[in-house]
């Protein structure tokens, strides 16, 4: 299993830039979530999905659109590139609540907006 | 609002020497507690966790404490080992389950050889 990978690993965008940050699992999990990193601080959460179709916010959406139209995959729009977002992106994913709660962590995506 | 936080930032340690790391949570009403590692330039990878029935848990090396009458959590490594120099999270949610984590700010562990 390649666990959970994340596309680009690296990324410069211009203020108003879109772009997208992939993410892809292939262990089969329900959950998957978008977090960002900044320095010093621990992870927020910006959106998640529990399932195939089904999307919610998190502590920080905004600027952010994700939708889940496969159980693999979870893509994180940014709609409009702000210094703010400059940050580290995780993409994580876990089986449902129930089971093992052990949740995997792809390797980030860095992104830094001028 | 709620968060969770960190007594230290940073922590020494000998190698072989066993470590404590601190971590205060502000919301009663948190049910599931994890510790997650990370290295540098990678993402966070688990460790343990454990749920608010529980006052101790126990894996490889490791053993996850909840005193929930202080709403403090604590993180004991054994015999800690160079490998085990990273930055470590606790992180907690009102569900047994991943979807809705806070995160606190991260203690810097350096194992000193």
């Known amino acids: 299993n390649a666990g959970v990978t994340q596309t680009p690993k690296f990324q410069v965008l211009k203020t108003g830039q879109s772009m997208t940050l992939q993410c892809a699992q292939d262990?089969?999990?329900?959950?998957m979530s978008w977090y960002r990193q900044d320095p010093g601080m621990g992870l927020r959460l910006i959106h998640y999905?529990?399932?195939?179709?089904?999307?919610d916010q998190g502590e920080v959406p905004n600027g952010y659109n994700v939708s889940r139209s496969t159980t693999e995959d979870f893509p994180l729009r940014l709609l409009s590139a702000a210094p703010s977002q400059t940050s580290v992106y995780f993409c994580?994913?876990?089986?449902?609540?129930?089971?093992?709660?052990?949740?995997?962590f792809g390797p980030g995506t860095r992104l830094t907006v001028l | 609002g709620e968060s969770v936080g960190l007594h230290l930032p940073t922590l020494s340690v000998q190698e072989g020497d066993n470590s404590i790391i601190n971590c205060a949570y502000s919301?009663?009403?948190?049910?599931?507690f994890i510790w997650y590692k990370q290295e540098s330039g990678k993402g966070p990878q688990f460790i343990i966790d454990?749920?608010?029935?529980?006052d101790k848990r126990q894996g490889q090396r490791v053993t996850v404490l909840l005193n929930k009458t202080v709403k403090h959590l604590s993180l004991q490594i054994a015999a800690t080992q160079p490998g085990d120099s990273a930055v470590y999270f606790c992180?907690?949610?009102?569900?047994?389950?991943?979807?809705?984590?806070?995160f606190g700010t991260g203690t810097r562990l350096t194992i000193i050889p």
């Open positions: 994580a994913s876990s089986y449902g609540s129930g089971s093992s709660n052990e949740q995997f």
């Open positions: 262990m089969n999990h329900e959950y």
């Open positions: 999905s529990v399932g195939a179709g089904i999307t």
């Open positions: 919301n009663s009403a948190s049910d599931y």
């Open positions: 454990i749920r608010s029935n529980m």
């Open positions: 992180a907690e949610n009102q569900n047994f389950g991943n979807e809705k984590l806070t």
